[in-house]
């Protein structure tokens, strides 16, 4: 097993995983260079080894993007699978912090959605974090996985000091309801858990869906959902336009078109470079959320 | 150290490059001239047989018959006396022009063909444009065509077998164009400082497509930029089969015992067009080429190899071995074209270890679609199910 990427003193979980290898005796390296990290990991996956790649924020990982898209992505396929990089797993932290900017922000979660042969993976809170980040490893497929910065602080959990996975392409529902299907990912499953706690206030019960792997993704359980519902909202800090929510929305209205009482709606981040002084207003929040659910119910 | 003048020239000498046999096949380098002759009858032979099959293939392009060609006329002694120094084990991650390797360790005329005839013979089943050869068997890393995308990989290769304390190596190729790509600095600088068992080997052919050598870099060539590394560099006669051989298995011995990575210059000439999208004397004089001509590694080994009396084969003998070739190639050809391509469900198969969701819908519905239309499309060359 192979850790690269840079020793960041931002975060903690860094120390623990250093730790972990050097205990080990296994590989540690630091390196200061997306497209290196990325193509360093994919060579080293490519002999059968383990790569754990780690870019020190998702805003910094477009350098790679050739090598992820272009090579680790079609590896596989373009031999006939005489050679892959499975071992690969591409870590970053993503999605707004509350000071973050265009730089320290961004969720680009959808760039790699696009990429066959790529899945992207993004854990909500602490226990789906270990479950799922060990599955993405041990999965041999390459993987990008995201994880909510915003929650490296303040996220608390009782996890499991035993090894355990969750399942890929299994989205999980959080929290059941009748009236309407609220489907995110990451940090916004508590926006989304916030604006359904204010809508129970009104009588609506809210399902929450967790989709957890982006890509390729659970679309039956969306299904199922909607079809008992009839609403859906789909949220992401993403930009709304081309976002996961675009995919989601034209896959389930396809496949529940007369399930439907009201259009899909996506409450997501604007066509914006991602601000800074008006993060505040920016951000798909609980009372936009909210506000979704009651058009979409009133409809 | 500290100076209290302020120099305005440019850098000193250029680097030297490294010959053991003249044009004529004369030795120059004693000390390096042990090379046994079995094996250089075999590089000998080889080579022969990478021009032949170059020339019939390429051929086979302009009549129609494949889509797409790349010959590695001129540059046969940096690809098969490279291999040859090589243990078998290493692993190369080629940029497209070194298919002299894969002749070497036994890639069949036959596989060949299949790939650049996309059938479903290929082993990579058909998913690549020709010449984006793989083998793994033969430890041959997949061809892609975006630029210097294995140069950091390699470096990551021979980092894990460093850690995992393997005499092996990992051998990465690219042109003298690819070194200005960003990822060649990635893959030079972590192997310098990493310390990856990783051999670099830039094929100096003087063009990047139309690009002539002197626009690429204002600097002495590569082997300049990969000193500015830190790392072990040399510049080797990329015509000269012998030295090229030698300066690989000194280069091979002293990574693996020092755990440091090593880079060669070959200085070549790429004496055919970039690839069958080129039209190579539209920007190139008539007098460079016949010139450069005058360089073969082909025809320098072989007058080395008469004049020791190490040839194991005579002029007469050497006509009837490229005849060999040629037929050899045209038959596995002809044979190649012929093969079906690979079945439908090879489209679906391989985007990832197991088919997901989504993929098993797509395979259903282009099916029924292929179904409901089939007259539509001309689907008798396909594998059926």
Request: aromatic share 10%; net charge negative.
């Amino acid at each position: 097993v192979c850790q690269i990427g840079r020793y960041f003193f931002f975060f903690q979980a860094e120390d623990g995983i250093r730790d972990f290898c050097l205990s080990r005796g296994l590989g540690d390296v630091y390196k200061r260079q997306e497209q290196g990290i990325a193509a360093f990991g994919i060579g080293i996956a490519s002999v059968g080894a383990t790569a754990i790649a780690e870019i020190q924020f998702a805003d910094y990982i477009y350098p790679a993007f050739d090598q992820l898209v272009n090579e680790a992505a079609k590896y596989r396929y373009r031999s006939g699978n005489q050679f892959s990089v499975g071992g690969l797993t591409v870590r970053a932290p993503y999605g707004a912090v509350g000071h973050g900017g265009h730089y320290h922000s961004q969720s680009p979660e959808a760039f790699f959605s696009h990429a066959p042969g790529l899945k992207v993976v993004i854990p909500r809170d602490c226990i789906q974090a270990k479950g799922l980040l060990l599955a993405s490893i041990r999965d041999k497929n390459p993987v990008i996985f995201l994880e909510p910065k915003a929650l490296y602080r303040n996220a608390e959990d009782e996890v499991p000091t035993e090894d355990y996975e969750l399942a890929l392409h299994k989205a999980e529902v959080v929290q059941e309801g009748k009236d309407i299907t609220l489907i995110g990912y990451g940090t916004q499953i508590r926006v989304l858990k916030e604006a359904a706690k204010e809508a129970e206030q009104d009588g609506i019960k809210c399902e929450i869906i967790d989709l957890q792997t982006i890509y390729p993704y659970d679309i039956e359980t969306l299904v199922e959902s909607v079809k008992k519902t009839g609403r859906c909202i789909v949220s992401h800090e993403a930009p709304v336009t081309m976002g996961v929510g675009a995919e989601i929305s034209a896959a389930l209205q396809e496949k529940c078109f007369l399930y439907l009482e009201a259009p899909i709606t996506r409450v997501c981040g604007y066509d914006t470079p991602f601000p800074l002084a008006h993060e505040l207003v920016y951000l798909p929040d609980k009372w936009k959320v909210y506000d979704a659910i009651q058009k979409t119910v009133n409809y | 150290i500290y100076t209290s003048k302020l120099n305005f020239d440019s850098v000193s000498e250029k680097i030297p490059t490294f010959r053991v046999i003249e044009l004529k096949g004369k030795v120059i380098a004693k000390k390096y001239d042990n090379t046994d002759t079995a094996t250089l009858n075999k590089i000998y032979e080889k080579m022969v047989q990478l021009e032949e099959m170059d020339m019939i293939l390429l051929q086979a392009q302009r009549q129609g018959r494949i889509s797409f060609y790349m010959t590695a006329l001129g540059e046969q002694a940096c690809t098969v006396a490279v291999a040859a120094a090589l243990n078998d084990i290493d692993l190369i991650y080629p940029q497209y022009r070194e298919h002299g390797c894969l002749i070497w360790r036994g890639f069949t005329i036959d596989e060949f063909a299949h790939q650049c005839a996309s059938n479903s013979r290929d082993p990579a089943k058909g998913r690549q444009m020709p010449v984006h050869y793989t083998s793994s068997k033969l430890n041959f890393v997949c061809v892609s065509s975006p630029l210097t995308t294995q140069v950091p990989q390699a470096s990551g290769a021979g980092y894990t077998f460093k850690l995992q304390e393997l005499d092996r190596i990992a051998v990465a190729f690219f042109g003298e164009g690819a070194s200005s790509e960003g990822d060649f600095h990635s893959g030079m600088n972590f192997a310098a400082t990493l310390g990856c068992q990783t051999l670099f080997l830039c094929r100096n052919n003087k063009y990047a497509i139309s690009t002539p050598s002197d626009e690429q870099f204002k600097g002495d060539g590569v082997a300049s930029k990969s000193q500015g590394y830190g790392m072990l560099t040399i510049r080797c006669d990329g015509n000269d089969a012998i030295a090229v051989y030698q300066a690989v298995k000194n280069a091979r011995e002293y990574i693996v015992k020092n755990k440091k990575p090593a880079f060669i210059e070959f200085m070549t000439y790429r004496q055919g067009d970039h690839s069958t999208s080129d039209h190579s004397i539209l920007y190139r004089e008539e007098e460079e080429l016949k010139s450069w001509a005058q360089n073969n590694p082909i025809t320098r080994l072989g007058l080395y190899l008469k004049k020791k009396k190490y040839r194991e084969i005579d002029e007469e003998s050497d006509k009837e071995l490229r005849k060999k070739y040629r037929q050899e190639t045209i038959k596995a050809l002809k044979s190649a074209i012929e093969e079906k391509k690979p079945g439908i469900h090879e489209l679906f198969n391989d985007v990832y270890d197991r088919q997901t969701d989504n993929l098993e819908e797509q395979t259903k519905q282009l099916r029924e679609h292929l179904d409901k239309y089939q007259g539509k499309y001309n689907l008798k060359n396909f594998e059926q199910l």
